[in-house]
């Protein structure tokens, strides 16, 4: 396996130190543009066609990630936390320990180059503040990335995210992604990737998508989420899976769910799978979702 890093400290100095007319074109072409294999996946231009329309700033700004616009003197603190060598070691480590526990188990992994970042995150964006303070995305096979409000928190709970979105990667390397994509297929991505987590780092690094939602509300949420299960596309699984609070900020149907229930539902499914089955938590990975389903419907009146 080979693990690539883009370093982001020094393209977000170069960003802090550019003349306003600058900054968008470095971040576009230094800081996105090696990830163009995965903007292709979710269509997302580089750069519109037309002056304001959809491109990879409005889109990564959408996400949680510092748009280049603020990157200026306020961030050099921020900037000088994310250049944190041991941040970097740390999360590197954690992307190669979870793809060689994969190897190690013997299951085959399709992709042999990888490409990992860790971004700055606004502290102002809403899925920011709700996810408290740290993100990552790992979906598209051969792509890794994190983003974060730099702290002594967010920094420390990092690579543990990574572990979880290393097992996506893994994940649809085996399984194939559609944009119809099925409640009960996120539930169960999710929830293995949580699993796999607290595997590598302990249930103390349970992600706040676990974390906030209330233990004694899961069998409440899990009526409404069961109703769900078979709803495809992301306008329609967002409440299920982000909740409502989420689904309102992009104009999608609220199903009376609070912040991540779908996450925690998903982490407590798989959990319960593990513990029924024996099976490691490395074949689970890559096994279809309907095939977990299927072995856990007593899951859902317990």
């Not at 130190?17 to 231009?45: T, V």
């Not at 928190?153 to 559609?178: C, K, S």
Request: some cysteine.
């Amino acid at each position: 396996m080979n693990l690539k890093t883009l370093y982001s400290p020094d393209i977000y100095r170069h960003i802090m130190e550019a003349a306003p007319d600058r900054k968008n074109d470095i971040y576009r072409y230094e800081l996105m543009l090696p990830f163009q294999g995965k903007w292709d996946c979710y269509h997302i231009p580089l750069k519109a066609e037309t002056p304001g329309g959809y491109d990879i700033i409005m889109a990564s700004s959408m996400l949680g990630l510092l748009p280049p616009a603020k990157i200026d003197s306020s961030y050099a603190e921020a900037i000088e936390l994310l250049a944190d060598k041991t941040l970097w070691d740390n999360s590197k480590a954690s992307i190669e320990n979870s793809l060689a526990r994969f190897e190690k188990a013997g299951i085959e992994l399709h992709n042999d180059e990888y490409l990992f970042s860790i971004f700055l995150a606004n502290p102002e964006n809403a899925y920011t503040v709700m996810n408290e303070g740290y993100c990552g995305d790992g979906g598209i096979p051969g792509y890794i990335m994190a983003w974060l409000v730099p702290g002594e928190g967010t920094m420390r709970r990092l690579p543990a995210a990574l572990a979880h979105e290393t097992n996506h990667n893994v994940r649809y390397q085996h399984i194939r992604w559609t944009n119809n994509i099925t409640l009960g297929e996120m539930l169960v991505s999710e929830g293995l990737a949580e699993n796999f987590a607290v595997s590598m780092f302990g249930e103390e690094y349970l992600g706040p998508w676990v974390t906030k939602t209330d233990r004694e509300l899961i069998p409440l949420i899990k009526e409404i989420i069961r109703g769900g299960l078979h709803a495809t596309g992301l306008d329609n699984i967002t409440a299920y899976l982000y909740g409502d609070e989420m689904a309102e900020m992009q104009n999608y149907p609220k199903v009376g769910l609070p912040y991540c229930a779908g996450y925690a539902t998903g982490y407590y499914l798989i959990k319960y799978y593990l513990q029924k089955t024996g099976i490691p938590i490395e074949e689970a990975t890559v096994l279809p979702a309907e095939n977990i389903l299927s072995e856990t419907e007593e899951f859902w009146i317990m």
